[in-house]
């Protein structure tokens, strides 16, 4: 029998839409002018640029096309906005950052590096379901104060914050509010100017568009400092060649997405739904991590206690099962999971974590399989888990 | 990333499971870590006659305590001693560097269990196990190793 191939990890990448093929095609092979070229498919180029843009700021509810600078990813534009506004705010005392302890490594890993350079950063605790509560953003601001990072919703958790509240509260002490939304573009209605956001990072492989092309908003008005040096490119905030393939593609990813919106979270939370609680009804012993209200449609999480993450990984693929973990073992790093252990988990919890995320293709049929191939695998695993011995030894003696 | 046989002996771990009445058993690694294996082995005449194993940790973590089992079956207790980390990764055909601390644990459950049999026995021995501290340090994590130190 052929295995079947069910991914469930949309969290991480999903495929490109065929549209959003169709719609790059022209631009690899017909109209690969450069952008910044005067001549007619220079010019093709150009245009595709400019309506990608306007496409993505309509999408966003940004005031004006001018607003959206594309980038090489979702990283690139956290690094962009973080490490920009502190730069610019540098040498008029400017010295604060606000973050979360849930954060992406993209905005994580940048606060890190610009604590060593000598800038001070609060990482703010989260509740014991990932959310960061707005009054604890307003204790934190000082007067150097520069800018506040918080996501929209979690990658691994699924945790969508209190956005708009943090927002009122950076308008009101007149610091930047970046907002990582890599998750949550296209899954989540946006608006940027409603939401009070200076800054915000999305990403097109999220959200069926291609990899290697992200986008940084920036409100009108506010000045960073540059990251990428050299030609003029981006009204010369931010050079290199324009991606102009990615761009196109991006921006029609986000048009479909936002056009289909209500229909696939719909699809794809009934589908989590039906996971999580036939998950939970099923096999003993598991936790759910992250809130069950206000959590992006797609994302669940689950700890299987007495295993560990990286086995039931390898084990589900076995079976054709595509999904990922917070397992220190599974991501090449020897710590599990930030967030989870920011959550409140203990390492053991941490370890035996479960991401899955749904997407477009996914069927009743799939969960289906999921939840059998589950309990068979996790009973198997815990069959050989010194810790489930333990504990069954101690139950016994009770 | 992982060897044919690193995968076979995840998918099918040999001597997976507890022996009644064990003459030695040991257990290291700690759930922090993410890795525990514990190792039964049953010994007449100075000659390794069962081991069993039961592991709780990633795919690299049950090869190993599985290729560690299978090395010193039927093995006097010298020569178990005899076996390293090294010698469990080479019958696997290697581990990825970030899994070396796997073959490290399973040549501690080895040591582990054989110090527990020596105890038990009253018998000399010219190498004692310390016992792991928590943390085998194949991790790298040092400021974790400290601290379990100190628990």
């Known amino acids: 029998m052929e295995k079947p191939v069910i991914y469930l990890d949309h969290a991480a990448t999903t495929y490109v839409k065929p549209e959003v093929f169709e719609a790059m095609k022209p631009y690899f092979i017909e109209q690969y002018g450069n952008a910044s070229s005067l001549y007619d498919v220079g010019r093709a180029s150009r245009k595709a640029v400019e309506e990608a843009r306007a496409a993505i700021a309509r999408c966003i509810g940004a005031a004006e096309p001018g607003e959206i600078y594309f980038t090489g990813s979702g990283t690139e534009a956290d690094n962009w906005a973080i490490k920009g506004a502190v730069y610019a705010a540098r040498k008029k005392g400017g010295k604060h950052i606000i973050t979360s302890a849930i954060e992406h490594p993209a905005v994580m890993e940048t606060c890190k590096f610009l604590k060593k350079e000598g800038f001070d950063v609060t990482f703010l605790p989260v509740d014991s379901e990932g959310f960061v509560n707005p009054e604890d953003v307003e204790k934190a601001i000082r007067p150097d104060t520069v800018i506040v990072s918080i996501m929209y919703a979690n990658n691994e958790i699924g945790t969508i914050q209190p956005i708009k509240a943090i927002g009122e509260i950076t308008r009101k002490h007149g610091v930047l509010f970046h907002c990582d939304a890599v998750q949550a573009a296209g899954t989540i209605p946006i608006d940027v100017r409603d939401l009070g956001m200076d800054l915000l990072s999305i990403s097109s492989h999220k959200f069926y568009g291609p990899k290697g092309v992200g986008a940084l908003y920036i409100r009108k008005g506010v000045r960073l400092e540059n990251l990428i040096h050299g030609g003029h490119q981006e009204r010369g905030k931010r050079a290199g060649t324009e991606n102009v393939a990615g761009i196109v593609g991006m921006a029609k990813a986000l048009e479909l997405a936002i056009a289909n919106m209500e229909q696939y979270t719909d699809k794809i939370s009934k589908l989590r739904d039906k996971a999580r609680d036939l998950i939970l009804s099923r096999i003993p012993y598991v936790r759910l991590n992250g809130p ?62 479960l991401r899955l995320s749904f997407g477009e293709h996914n069927t009743e049929a799939d969960v289906d399989y999921l939840v059998d191939a589950l309990e068979e695998i996790v009973a198997r695993l815990r069959s050989m888990s010194p810790l489930y011995e333990d504990f069954v030894k101690a139950n016994k003696q009770t | 990333m992982y060897s044919e046989k ?88 290697g581990l990825p560097p970030a899994k070396v601390h796997c073959s490290v644990l399973a040549e501690e459950a080895i040591a582990a269990a054989l110090q527990d049999y020596r105890a038990r026995h009253g018998l000399d021995s010219d190498s004692t196990y310390e016992g792991c501290s928590g943390c085998c340090g194949g991790c790298g994590r040092l400021d974790q190793h400290d601290e379990n130190n100190g628990e």
């Open chain 2, 6 to 93: 690193v995968m076979d002996h995840f998918m099918n771990p040999r001597n997976v499971g507890e022996i009644e009445d064990a003459d030695g058993v040991g257990q290291v690694g700690n759930a922090k870590c993410g890795d525990i294996m514990k190792m039964y082995l049953k010994i007449e005449d100075g000659v390794i006659v069962d081991a069993k194993f039961k592991t709780f940790g990633c795919g690299a973590a049950v090869a190993t305590s599985s290729m560690a089992t299978e090395l010193i079956k039927g093995k006097t207790i010298k020569e178990a001693e005899m076996i390293t980390n090294k010698a469990v990764m080479e019958a696997l055909d």
């Open chain 1, 292 to 353: 069950v209200e206000n959590r992006l449609p797609g994302n669940l999480n689950l700890s299987f206690q007495f295993i560990e993450g990286e086995s039931l990984l390898l084990l589900l693929d076995m079976k054709g099962i595509k999904a990922s973990s917070g397992s220190a073992c599974s991501s090449g790093s020897l710590d599990p999971s930030h967030v989870l252990m920011a959550i409140g988990l203990t390492h053991e919890i941490a370890h035996g974590s």
